[in-house]
């Protein structure tokens, strides 16, 4: 629905910002969807297989964006994980597009870290009930700073994560199972994505729990890095 220009908001409205790498402008986020079990060996690893007849997709808010290097330690868990991720953002309105029309829609890339509460999944997948509390809480998805590629489909790169120095995920972008282009094509046949929306596209295998205090480093070639520490 569009406001009519007199029309004002009771109170301001809240737009989150992410920081562009060389630039003083924010790229305004809008939406959040994160891609589950798009790398086989993760999947493997929480029991399940990557579905090739579909990408499977789930939401955050845009309040579990954040830039913070300190991030307080989420409540209601005992079992926090870490899933590095390529996350991608568009510039530009988009709807049920080809695989070939995605990149005239992308602005650029950055690293983003999905920090999920297993335990309450756990909870959740055994109810068959939403994910929403274990994926969407406040600092849930830490992003560095964007890198500008417009129009750019990015297929390769290696992509890692280090706990505290060690080395707990190891991988190639080559190795998702649905690329950016079929990711975004798929997405967008059953929602219009608009300039501002971000699309984390899985994690390989390696995840593991967080403590208070560790310090978490997520890199992608040609992209960026990402640093934060979790404390409580």
């Keep these: 629905m569009t406001e009519p220009a007199s029309s004002?908001?009771?109170f301001k409205p809240i737009i989150k910002g992410i920081s562009i790498q060389g630039s003083e402008e924010l790229f305004p986020v809008g939406k959040i969807y994160c891609v589950g079990r798009n790398y086989a060996d993760h999947a493997k690893e929480m029991g399940g297989e990557v579905d090739k007849d579909q990408p499977f997709f789930f939401s955050k808010p845009p309040q579990a964006i954040t830039q913070l290097s300190?991030?307080?330690?989420?409540?209601?868990t005992d079992e926090l994980h870490h899933e590095v991720e390529l996350v991608v953002l568009l510039k530009s309105k988009c709807s049920n597009i080809p695989p070939s029309q995605v990149s005239q829609h992308i602005f650029g890339y950055a690293v983003g870290v999905d920090l999920t509460k297993r335990d309450l999944q756990a909870i959740a997948k055994k109810a068959g009930k939403p994910w929403d509390l274990s994926k969407g809480f406040d600092n849930?998805?830490?992003?560095?700073?964007?890198q500008k590629k417009e129009g750019i489909l990015l297929d390769k790169g290696k992509i890692s994560l280090k706990v505290n120095g060690q080395i707990k995920q190891s991988s190639n972008l080559s190795n998702m199972a649905w690329k950016v282009d079929e990711l975004i094509s798929w997405l967008s046949r059953f929602i219009t994505l608009k300039p501002?929306?971000?699309i984390f596209t899985g994690t390989p295998?390696?995840?593991s729990k967080l403590n208070p205090g560790d310090q978490v480093e997520a890199e992608i070639e040609d992209i960026g890095s990402l640093s934060f520490q979790l404390i409580g």
């Design 140 to 146: 849930s998805a830490p992003i560095s700073k964007a």
């Design 70 to 76: 300190k991030i307080p330690f989420p409540t209601q």
């Design 8 to 10: 004002h908001f009771v």
């Design 205 to 207: 295998a390696g995840v």
């Design 196 to 198: 501002g929306d971000l």
